[in-house]
C-alpha cells in the first residue's frame, strides 16, 4: 500500500519569492510520483511526473521537483512564483504495475501567491 | 488538445435518489477511472476499469456504486440510492495504453445530496 504526505496545508507566499512545497511518500513497492494543480472550480492538471532516469523532473509554468529515494521525497519547487499560481496543489504516487494503477493523493497544499 | 469532459457540472439530488454520472474520456484512451473529493478532503481513488470490466476498485466503491461503458465514448458512474455523505466532487480520468501513461482528469461534478 501506498501514502502520502503533504506537510504544509496552506503555504502563503509574495509574488517573485520562490517556494517549496514539500511532499513525502511510503510504499511497499517501487512507484511513479507527480504533481497535480488545481486551480479554482476546476479539474486536475498534472503539473509533472518522475517516471525513472534522472531525479529532477522539469515539469510546466516553470515548476520543477526532485526525487529523493533515499527520503522517499519529492518536492515541488519554483524559483519564482506569480499570482496565476494560486492554486491547490496534490503530490501523487501509484505503484509501477499496470494493476497498481490508481493514484493515492496527498491532502493538498493551498498555495496563496499575494501582490 | 483533446480532454476529458463531464456532465452535469452540477447535480443537486435528494437523499435515496439514484444519479448518473457521465463521462467522455480521450477517445483513444484504453484506462477509465473514478475518483471523488468531498470538501476539504482529499482526492479519493473509488474505482478503474479497462476492457470492459472493473480492474481495481476501493473499499469506498461498495455495493450501491456501478460503472459502465455503455458505447465507445462514453463512462459513467452509477449511485443507487445517494446518502447525504456522497456530496463529493466526482472526477473521471483516462489514460492510454502504457503503464507509465498519465491519468487525464476531467472538470468534475459537483454532487449535493440533500
Known amino acids: 500500500a501506498q501514502s502520502v504526505t503533504q506537510l504544509d496545508s496552506q503555504v502563503p507566499v509574495f509574488e517573485e519569492a520562490p517556494v517549496e512545497l514539500r511532499c513525502n511518500y511510503s510504499s511497499s513497492v517501487s512507484v511513479y510520483l507527480f504533481w497535480y494543480v488545481q486551480y479554482p472550480n476546476q479539474g486536475l492538471q498534472l503539473l509533472l511526473k518522475?517516471?525513472?532516469?534522472?531525479?529532477l523532473v522539469k515539469g510546466i509554468n516553470g515548476f520543477e521537483a526532485e526525487f529523493n529515494k533515499s527520503q522517499t521525497s519529492f518536492h515541488l519547487r519554483k524559483p519564482s512564483v506569480h499570482i496565476s499560481d494560486t492554486a491547490e496543489y496534490f503530490c501523487?504516487?501509484?505503484?509501477?504495475?499496470?494493476?497498481?494503477?490508481?493514484?493515492?493523493f496527498g491532502k493538498g497544499t493551498k498555495l496563496s501567491v499575494k501582490p | 488538445e483533446p480532454e476529458v469532459t463531464q456532465t452535469p457540472s452540477h447535480q443537486v439530488t435528494q437523499m435515496g435518489q439514484e444519479v448518473i454520472l457521465r463521462c467522455v474520456p480521450i477517445?483513444?484512451?484504453?484506462?477509465f477511472y473514478w475518483y471523488r473529493q468531498i470538501l476539504g478532503q482529499k482526492v479519493e481513488f473509488l474505482v478503474s476499469?479497462?476492457?470492459?470490466?472493473?480492474?481495481?476498485k476501493s473499499e469506498i466503491f461498495d455495493d450501491q456504486f456501478s460503472v459502465e461503458r455503455p458505447d465507445g465514448s462514453n463512462f459513467t458512474l452509477k449511485i443507487r440510492s445517494t446518502k447525504l455523505e456522497d456530496s463529493a466532487m466526482y472526477f473521471c480520468a483516462s489514460a492510454g495504453t502504457t503503464s507509465t501513461d498519465t491519468q487525464y482528469f476531467g472538470p468534475g461534478t459537483r454532487l449535493t445530496v440533500l
Open positions: 476499469f479497462y476492457n470492459n470490466e472493473i480492474s481495481e
Open positions: 501523487a504516487v501509484r505503484g509501477r504495475l499496470r494493476s497498481q494503477g490508481n493514484l493515492i
Open positions: 518522475y517516471l525513472s532516469g534522472s531525479t
Open positions: 477517445s483513444n484512451h484504453l484506462y
